[in-house]
């Protein structure tokens, strides 16, 4: 399987559809156990990435990932803007060709998570949206990724215990919660999963 330019540009305008779509939900989540605007910072970055896609095409791959980067830092408010923004631009630095394989998706998306574990100064089990990312690194380095994986990953961040950013303020209080961060990134990898290779 390849993927390319326009695989990309499909897959990141089938996530900003996802996430209005559950603008409400993720906000509620985050209603919670953070400040409440996840959905809807989200829903305006990808709404705002919809349309430089539109004004001004990417050259090529590199420059899609570029694109949402730069993006999701200006137009996010909040802690995901800076998350997500690195985590694009990191992808970014990691294609090296027009077109990638599988092997080359899973490097793209392993540095997607190295960026937002250095930005966030996190690792896996603190109730974050590396919870999410970690587990889909390690099933494409296995060729196994699917659906039901990320939708796993997802819900065990209810058990988890925020230690990290406003949800930590929580402490025991914030298990039994999805983390909001960890839903957008389902969707994020849900959309590259549906996303058809042309």
């Known amino acids: 399987m390849t993927y390319d330019k326009d695989w990309a540009l499909r897959w990141l305008n089938d996530f900003g559809e996802r996430v209005q779509e559950n603008k409400q939900l993720l906000s509620d989540l985050d209603q919670a156990i953070g400040d409440g605007d996840h959905g809807i910072n989200m829903a305006r970055g990808l709404s705002e990435l919809k ?3 539109t004004e001004k095409e990417p050259a090529d791959l590199t420059d899609v990932f570029k694109t949402a980067g730069m993006t999701m830092v200006s137009k996010v408010g909040g802690a995901s803007g800076p998350l997500y923004g690195t985590a694009f631009l990191n992808m970014s630095k990691a294609v090296d ?3 990638i394989d599988a092997e080359g998706l ?3 998306i392993e ?7 250095k930005r966030g100064k996190s690792h896996a089990g ?3 949206m590396i919870d999410v990312w970690e587990p889909v690194v390690n099933a494409l380095h ?3 990724l699917t659906d039901d994986v990320v939708e796993a990953a997802l819900q065990k961040t ?3 215990k925020a230690t990290k950013g406003r949800a930590s303020y929580l402490g025991e209080r914030s298990i039994g919660h999805l983390d909001p961060g960890a839903y957008s990134s389902a969707l994020l990898f849900h959309a590259m999963l ?3 290779v042309s």
């Open 51 to 53: 349309k430089a896609f």
């Open 97 to 99: 060709s027009e077109t």
């Open 106 to 108: 899973t490097k793209v």
């Open 111 to 117: 540095a997607g998570l190295e960026g937002i574990e």
């Open 126 to 128: 603190e109730k974050t």
């Open 142 to 144: 296995q060729e196994d």
């Open 158 to 160: 209810k058990d988890l």
């Open 194 to 196: 549906q996303t058809e």
